[in-house]
């Protein structure tokens, strides 16, 4: 039995990464069918905005501007691949909780596609992975997409400066 993904979550941050989970995702709910839907989300981290002493709502608004316009592209190039079902919310707190416990909630999610992350060792522990806490704590399918629609090894950042 194959399993059909209707709701599929797909977390975007403008990185080369988030926009190769969601051509998967496209991928994914055009072979599922037309009850298949993609929710796009970008989650601001408001954690990242307290430690400015002068904190600056036009920030916030700056960061939810620019991630508008991202998202607002991948649905129009979804739209043209005959995606019907998409759509996008702009959230804010912080990311690990609201991808792998709000919106899964919240939107009846039973996928997460979402993009490996380009850490290091050193970083992930530092910083931690919003991609690692997803995986382990999510109560739906994660797929952790880490190659490109050929299923090639995703470009590092060195080969994909050369292609420029």
Request: no cysteine; hydrophobic share 40%.
């Amino acid at each position: 039995m194959l399993q059909s993904y209707e709701n599929i979550l797909v977390p975007v941050d403008g990185s080369y990464e988030a926009e190769l989970a969601f051509k998967k995702a496209v991928s994914v709910a055009k072979r599922n069918g037309e009850n298949s839907s993609i929710h796009l989300v970008h989650v601001v981290d408001t954690r990242a905005f307290q430690n400015i002493s002068s904190f600056d709502t036009a920030m916030v608004e700056e960061v939810s501007e620019s991630a508008k316009k991202t998202i607002e592209g991948y649905i129009e190039e979804a739209k043209q691949d005959g995606i019907k079902n998409i759509d996008y919310s702009i959230e804010y707190g912080a990311p690990k909780l609201v991808i792998a416990k709000d919106l899964p909630a919240e939107k009846n999610i039973d996928l997460i596609m979402i993009g490996a992350t380009g850490l290091n060792a050193v970083e992930r522990i530092l910083v931690g992975s919003v991609t690692e806490y997803v995986t382990r704590n999510a109560n739906v399918d994660v797929l952790v997409v880490r190659t490109d629609l050929d299923n090639k090894p995703a470009l590092s950042k060195e080969q994909r400066k050369g292609q420029d």
